[in-house]
């Protein structure tokens, strides 16, 4: 079992700057491949960004590539997600979660435990 508190979301003006963080329970944390996905009001949950357990690989959505980074501390159990230039499409509620090793970074279904998400307003 794996607990997962993201935090960091807030209001912001549009070109500004939010860095979230997803802090993860459990001793197997560094064993597990992790994504930050995003859903907007009456959209679907969309992939944003995966990192391989040892942060050697990282993906991005076409949408955000450029301007968010992903990163992660295993020491610390943390994933963080830097996004710069952010743009009122943004604007959503970010989830972070574990992925199955070998699975699709960019399915939701590929995905076990997730955390209980961080609203990100971007103003224009």
């Known amino acids: 079992q794996v607990q997962l508190v993201e935090s960091g979301g807030g209001l912001v003006q549009a070109g500004g700057s939010l860095r979230l963080s997803c802090a993860a329970s459990?001793?197997?944390?560094?064993?597990?491949?992790m994504g930050w996905f995003r859903q907007a009001p009456g959209k679907e949950r969309e992939f944003v960004a995966g990192?391989?357990?040892?942060?050697?690989?990282?993906y991005y959505a076409d949408s955000v590539k450029g301007r968010f980074t992903i990163s992660r501390d295993n020491a610390k159990n943390t994933i963080y997600l830097q996004m710069n230039s952010l743009k009122p499409e943004d604007t959503a509620v970010y989830y972070c979660?574990?992925?199955?090793?070998?699975?699709?970074?960019?399915?939701?279904?590929?995905?076990?435990?997730w955390g209980q998400g961080t609203q990100v307003t971007v103003s224009s």
């Open positions: 459990g001793r197997t944390f560094s064993t597990y491949p």
């Open positions: 979660a574990t992925k199955r090793a070998g699975s699709d970074y960019y399915n939701p279904g590929s995905y076990d435990y």
């Open positions: 990192i391989s357990w040892s942060g050697g690989s990282t």
